[in-house]
C-alpha cells in the first residue's frame, strides 16, 4: 500500500539522514555536540527498528514518536524554509 511504502522511504531517509550526520559531525570528538548527534541517533535507530503493522495505531504512534525526535534534533521548519530561499 501506498502509505506503508512511504513509511519505509520515510524510515529509510531518516537513518541515512542520521547516518550521515553522525560521520559528518562526530568523527573522533567528544564534544556536546558530539553527544547529542550520537544520541538522536540511536533514538531514532531504535523507534525505526520497530515494525508495526501498515494502517495500526501502533504505526501512527511510531510515526508520530519518529516525527518528535527528529523535530527534536533538527530545526525542520527552518531547513524548509532555507530550501525553499526564504532566510
Known sequence: ????????MTRLLLARVMRF????????AK?????????ANDKI?????????????EEKDLAGKVTTSVRDFL???ELGKRISGWQ
Do not use: H
Not at 500500500?1 to 519505509?8: E, H, M, S
Not at 550526520?21 to 573522533?28: N, P
Open 21 to 28: 550526520a553522525v560521520q559528518a559531525f562526530a568523527g573522533d
Open 75 to 77: 530545526d525542520i521548519d
Open 31 to 39: 564534544g556536546p555536540g558530539t553527544t547529542a548527534v550520537r544520541q
Open 1 to 8: 500500500n501506498v502509505r506503508g511504502k512511504k513509511l519505509a
Open 45 to 57: 535507530a531504535t523507534l525505526l527498528k520497530q515494525k508495526p503493522a501498515p494502517n495500526s495505531k
